[in-house]
Every structure is written in C-alpha cells, then in structure tokens.
C-alpha cells in the first residue's frame, strides 16, 4: 500500500449527494478478485454514454481533471452494499483521497484500509470548495495528513478528523496486518519472556 503524507492535486467535482457504491463500481464487475481493469469502471454508469463512448459532460473525462487525485462530492458518500472493489476503482484511477460532509461506515472503512484517504468536512466548507469549482477552471488543494488539514487556494485552512490508528497505517503505507507484522520484534520478545 501506498503511504499517504501530504497531497497537492487538481480537485474533481461531483455534486452529487448519496452516491452508493453501484454507482462508483456495478455489481457486474465485482467478478474479478484484484484490482487490474477496475479503473475502466469506475463510474461507468455516468462515465459512458449508451453508445459506449465517453460522456463529455461527466467530470472525470473532462481535460481539466485528468490526473487530479482529489474527488470532491456530495453528502452521503460510498452508502449502498458493502464493497472493496469501491476503493479499488477509486485507487485504480488515480483517487487518492475523497472530501464529503459524510461517508457510509463501511465504506470508509473499506477506503481506509486500502489506503483512499476519506476526508470529513462540515457543510461550509464542502460548500465553498464547489461555489470555487464553478467559478474557478481547476482549483488545486492540498490535503495534508501528518496536521489533518486542507489548504485551499486562497490560503485557508480547513482541519478534519481521523483516528489514530488509521492515520498511522496511512502514514506508513500499511493495513492491519502490515502495521502488526511492524512490531514483529516486539511479539516475538513477548513470547520469548513468556
């Protein structure tokens, strides 16, 4: 996995509220059990048009946003049936980390242990990162983890919370198991003195 530290990238707008995890990833590609070709679709729904050619209107294909890394949504993010393949796409397109108001639970967790940086902020804020995005043709931001804040480009600040635990798998660029084996020494001096 990925460490993720400080982020400077392109913001992707996508004002939509309760956008469940079928719309980010279809069921129909849950098939496969890596992570290869998930990008494709991502979205697929709205990326492409029936014809099977890119729909020009939706964010991710415009020119502007190619390679941005942040995706900024509506309310209620990642909601719907339980999946892995959400983060994977997300990751798989170049998604590094997702600002909305709020996230569903096992979605976020999901993300978190894949190394997709979930970022909570309050309605203000979400509010004037859009009124920015409509008026501004790229808006870039900054998301540093080590002092949980984003930077915006007018110099504020925005701060935004995340547990412990789950900031220093992503600082280090490891999950679970990762951050255990971390302490592999330490264990293993346990069970010697026992």
């Known amino acids: ?9 392109i913001m992707i707008p996508l004002p939509i509220n309760d956008v469940d995890t079928d719309q980010i990833i279809p069921a129909r590609y849950l098939k496969v059990t890596d992570k290869s070709g998930l990008a494709d679709a ?3 729904a709205w990326r492409y048009l029936p014809d099977g050619n890119p729909n020009p209107g939706f964010p991710l294909n415009k020119p502007d946003f190619q390679g941005g890394q942040i995706l900024l949504a509506g309310d209620n993010f990642g909601c719907g049936s339980s999946r892995e393949h ?6 798989g397109w170049g998604i590094r980390a997702v600002i909305s108001t709020s996230f569903a639970d096992i979605f976020q967790n999901n993300a978190l242990k894949n190394g997709l940086l979930p970022v909570k902020v309050d309605e203000a804020t979400q509010r004037k990162l859009f009124e920015m995005a409509e008026e501004m043709r790229t808006v870039e931001l900054t998301i540093d983890l080590e002092t949980q804040q984003i ?39 346990f069970e010697a003195a026992r």
């Open 1 to 9: 996995m990925q460490s993720f530290t400080k982020l400077t990238s």
């Open 86 to 91: 959400a983060p994977w796409a997300l990751m």
């Open 151 to 189: 930077r915006l480009p007018d110099g504020m600040t925005v701060a935004f919370p995340i547990d412990g635990f789950n900031k220093v798998c992503l600082l280090q660029g490891v999950d679970s198991l990762g951050y255990l084996l971390g302490h592999e020494n330490e264990i293993n001096a």
């Open 42 to 44: 991502l979205f697929f």
